[in-house]
C-alpha cells in the first residue's frame, strides 16, 4: 500500500506561482512512477506531468514550459513547480503513484489539493 499527501494548493493571481508537492508513504520501493493530475470542475481529470524513477518526465503539450514536475527518490516526494498561473488552471490537484510488484501493477491517489488562480 502506499499513501499519498499533497500540499501547496492555495488561492494565487493570474501569472503567479505555486509549488505542489507530494509525499508518498508505505511501501515506496516499488513506485515506478509518478504524476500530477488535475480535474476542473465539470470537466474530467487530466494528466499534467509524470516522472519515472529514472527522472525522465512527461508534459500535457498545453502545460510545457509553464509547469516542472520534479521527484526526490531519498524523501519519496514528488512536487509540480507551476509558475506563470492562468484562470484555467483553477483545478483540484492530484498525485499519483503507480507501484509494481513481480507482474501486480497497483495505482494510488492522493486526496487532492485545490489551486485557484484568480484573473
Known amino acids: 500500500q502506499v499513501h499519498l499527501v499533497e500540499s501547496g494548493g492555495g488561492l494565487v493571481q493570474a501569472g503567479g506561482s505555486l509549488r505542489l508537492t507530494c509525499a508518498a508513504a508505505g511501501t515506496t520501493a516499488n513506485i515506478i512512477a509518478m504524476a500530477w493530475y488535475r480535474q476542473a470542475p465539470g470537466k474530467q481529470r487530466e494528466l499534467v506531468a509524470t516522472i519515472s524513477t529514472t527522472g525522465s518526465t512527461n508534459y500535457a503539450d498545453s502545460l510545457k514550459g509553464r509547469f516542472t514536475i520534479s521527484r526526490d527518490n531519498a524523501k519519496d516526494t514528488v512536487s509540480l513547480q507551476m509558475n506563470s498561473l492562468k484562470p484555467e488552471d483553477t483545478a483540484v490537484y492530484y498525485c499519483?503513484?503507480?507501484?509494481?510488484?513481480?507482474?501486480?501493477?497497483?495505482?494510488?491517489w492522493g486526496q487532492g489539493t485545490q489551486v485557484i488562480v484568480s484573473s
Open positions: 499519483n503513484a503507480k507501484s509494481q510488484r513481480w507482474l501486480q501493477l497497483n495505482e494510488y
